[in-house]
């Protein structure tokens, strides 16, 4: 799960060239950038999945390097693996059982790198967020580390599904502040309970942000 000098150098100019690209054509701005951790793994949750653009844009939240979840299959084509591996990206097989994910996870966060999981798991449309899966709560429980909500905002306006060119508009980031986990003792399990409560949190706070970043976005 470890990565090379070399993908992390790659990582860092690439993001430089994103970053540049969506302020200037998106007017991209980012609030709350002091919530996000500057060491320890966490969880960057980002609510209002609207566009695929929401992957690379959560990416200007941090100058750290964000990491994600692929299925298996796009890493083995030499080059698009030797890229998705570059800008954060780690396979999980096809048909692995969850349980490999959630190991390959939890061993990224307790390495102190941070994950992006979308909450919602897939893209919607509309203003409401969706209801969300455990899975980032149930994380950031076993790593015990925080999980920090963004709201995306303007992103379905600049390319919404379907769509083959990206329009020029306003787009918003919002950081809300870090939901912590319970603490819990050495070899003690996670209660599903707790991770209900933090997700149901989480859920509440996203909505929030997402309104707060549709607002400033003009959307």
């Not at 949750?45 to 200007?60: K, Y």
């Not at 083995?76 to 996870?105: I, K, M, N």
Request: glycine letters at 10%; hydrophobic letters at 40%.
């Amino acid at each position: 799960a470890d990565l090379s000098l070399a993908s992390r150098a790659f990582y860092r100019a690439l993001r430089i060239f994103v970053t540049g690209f969506f302020r200037l054509w998106l007017r991209l701005e980012v609030h709350g950038r002091d919530n996000v951790p500057e060491e320890g793994g966490f969880v960057l949750a980002p609510g209002g999945h609207r566009s695929i653009l929401d992957t690379p844009i959560v990416a200007i939240a941090t100058p750290r390097m964000l990491r994600y979840m692929g299925a298996e299959k796009y890493f083995d084509a030499a080059g698009l693996g030797w890229f998705l591996r570059s800008v954060g990206g780690f396979p999980v097989e096809r048909h692995a059982t969850d349980r490999e994910a959630v190991r390959r996870s939890e061993e990224i966060l307790i390495q102190g790198d941070p994950l992006v999981v979308f909450p919602e798991s897939t893209r919607f449309e509309g203003p409401i967020v969706q209801p969300i899966k455990d899975g980032a709560a149930f994380l950031a429980c076993r790593a015990g580390v925080p999980l920090v909500p963004i709201g995306i905002g303007g992103a379905e306006r600049a390319l919404p599904k379907g769509a083959k060119f990206l329009r020029p508009t306003r787009t918003t980031l919002v950081i809300g502040e870090p939901i912590w986990p319970p603490s819990r003792g050495e070899g003690e399990r996670v209660k599903r309970s707790q991770v209900r409560a933090m997700s149901e949190e989480l859920h509440e706070t996203l909505q929030i942000l997402f309104d707060e970043a549709q607002i400033k976005a003009g959307a």
